[in-house]
């Protein structure tokens, strides 16, 4: 499948999903969060895939923010549906993906780039990378879920600076914050993101998925993980990854999960 503003590749289980507008710094506009949701809609049902890595074009960013241009027009009522929309189709998606999503942030990460950053599992920046949400620099607040998913990263006071200072931290002051899992310079980037994705797809996908599911249940209303892990744990127990894992741990050999 073709995109405007995306590229797509699979390599040996690894997808790159590539934001393409350099012109723009890769700035997120509708065509583009409609691209990224048919995408990962796509990837989900890729029996190949195991790992995405979600990155943008060029050396400057990974996503520079929203394209403005779009909605400095829109009223009240249309404010909030391209948030509402913005949070089922595209983050809330992401973030609750069945598959590992890793962001490779290569260059400047902000406002609807760093959310997309966010939403992502985990992230690893470039050393250039400079990571914040300047929205009320704007006269409005972060909408694709950045007011919520700042805090649970880095805690409330430091979420609440960043917000109201509009400001940028750069890849060593989020690692620091642990916004960001792991800074490399720009050209070993990739290489190491896809050394982590390796290392994930040696173990069993099935498992990773059930990780992925109790994990976030902790941070949705209403919905106790503890409980979620227990569900998840039982279910291992009648999956053929658990028979496999088990008996090449017994046997001392490596695992060669089935994913079933």
Do not use: C, W
Request: net charge negative.
């Amino acid at each position: 499948m073709s995109y405007n503003n995306l590229l797509v590749e699979n390599n040996d289980g690894i997808a790159l999903v590539t934001i393409n507008r350099p012109k723009k710094l890769n700035a997120l506009n509708r065509e583009t969060l409609g691209e990224i949701r048919q995408a990962f809609a796509k990837l989900e049902q890729d029996e190949e895939v195991k790992v995405i890595i979600i990155t943008g074009t060029g050396e400057k960013a990974f996503v520079a923010g929203a394209d403005i241009s779009e909605f400095a027009d829109y009223s009240v009522e249309e404010g909030k549906d391209l948030s509402a929309k913005g949070h089922k189709e595209v983050f809330d998606m992401i973030a609750n993906f069945k598959k590992p999503v890793i962001a490779a942030v290569n260059g400047f990460a902000l406002g609807g780039g760093l959310e997309l950053a966010m939403a992502a599992h985990f992230r690893i920046a470039s050393e250039n990378a400079k990571l914040g949400l300047p929205e009320t620099s704007l006269g409005v607040i972060p909408g694709y879920g950045g007011t919520q998913r700042l805090p649970q990263l880095v805690g409330k006071g430091r979420a609440m600076e960043m917000i109201m200072t509009a400001g940028m931290i750069d890849a060593n002051q989020a690692l620091q914050y642990g916004l960001v899992n792991h800074v490399t310079p720009l050209e070993e980037l990739m290489e190491f993101t896809e050394k982590i994705a390796g290392k994930i797809m040696k173990n069993s996908m099935v498992a990773i998925s059930q990780a992925i599911d109790a994990i976030n249940a902790n941070y949705e209303d209403g919905v106790n993980g503890f409980d979620k892990e227990i569900e998840g744990f039982g279910k291992s127990f009648g999956t053929e990854d658990f028979k496999e894992g088990t008996s090449a741990f017994l046997n001392k050999e490596k695992p060669n999960f089935p994913n079933k």
